[in-house]
């Protein structure tokens, strides 16, 4: 069957760093992708990743390792506009997104 | 402003009822897709289309129908609503290029409640 698995929930502080993982099994691979979902709003897209490697936007950065189905999301200087849920999906072999339930992060001052 | 609009915003629902949620978007995008969102659960796939004129079954397709008669637009109906169909429904698109990267764009969500 095909899943993606991601921690429910994680709490950092203002200005810190954190890392959410990401893992998955699924039909085929066409790109691990992350969202940002503020509570009450729709998710928009924050990074791609197809190759093995890390991609760096800004503060945000996502690595992805093909081979052990596993990606992380790192949140660098965290602000209070971050807490928000982040979405982990990946394009399956028919390009459908399958998506993790979320991982909520709460930062505290 | 360009982007996809959903309606309603929110809806209280009769369980029984005839139900459509619509979905417009003016990006010329595609594929786009129905999804609804219930807590602890990830974003599931109801319906999809390719391209105007098809559309496909997704994850839970059960008491939804869709139609793709334009690029534009993408009404959710749901035939006779149930309890069970009370959740958060997201409308998104994407211009699938050849890179074959598939990112979405959401509407802002139609919370729908079943009685």
């Known amino acids: 069957g095909q899943n993606i698995d991601q921690p429910t929930e994680m709490t950092a502080t203002e200005g810190a760093i954190v890392q959410i993982n990401c893992t998955y099994q699924t039909s085929g691979f066409n790109g691990l992708f992350w969202y940002q979902q503020h509570a009450g709003e729709a998710p928009t897209f924050l990074s791609y990743n197809v190759l093995d490697g890390l991609e760096e936007k800004g503060r945000f950065s996502s690595f992805l390792s093909r081979s052990k189905g596993y990606s992380y999301l790192l949140l660098k200087e965290l602000q209070m506009k971050d807490s928000a849920s982040y979405l982990c999906?990946?394009?399956?072999?028919?390009?459908?997104?399958?998506w993790g339930a979320g991982t909520k992060l709460i930062i505290k001052p | 402003i360009a982007g996809i609009t959903q309606a309603p915003t929110s809806q209280i629902l009769a369980a029984g009822r005839r139900m459509t949620l619509r979905c417009t978007q003016d990006m010329r995008h595609n594929a786009m897709y129905w999804y609804r969102q219930d807590l602890g659960l990830g974003l599931r796939l109801i319906h999809y289309?390719?391209?105007?004129?098809?559309?496909g079954k997704g994850e839970v397709p059960d008491g939804y129908s869709v139609s793709r008669a334009n690029t534009d637009d993408f009404p959710l109906t749901l035939a006779s609503a149930v309890p069970s169909q009370t959740s958060v429904y997201f409308c998104?698109?994407?211009?699938?290029?050849?890179?074959?990267?598939?990112?979405?764009?959401f509407g802002a969500g139609s919370r729908l409640t079943v009685l």
């Open positions: 999906a990946v394009g399956d072999s028919n390009y459908q997104l399958i």
């Open positions: 998104a698109s994407s211009d699938r290029g050849a890179s074959g990267a598939n990112v979405l764009t």
């Open positions: 289309s390719n391209t105007a004129g098809t559309t």
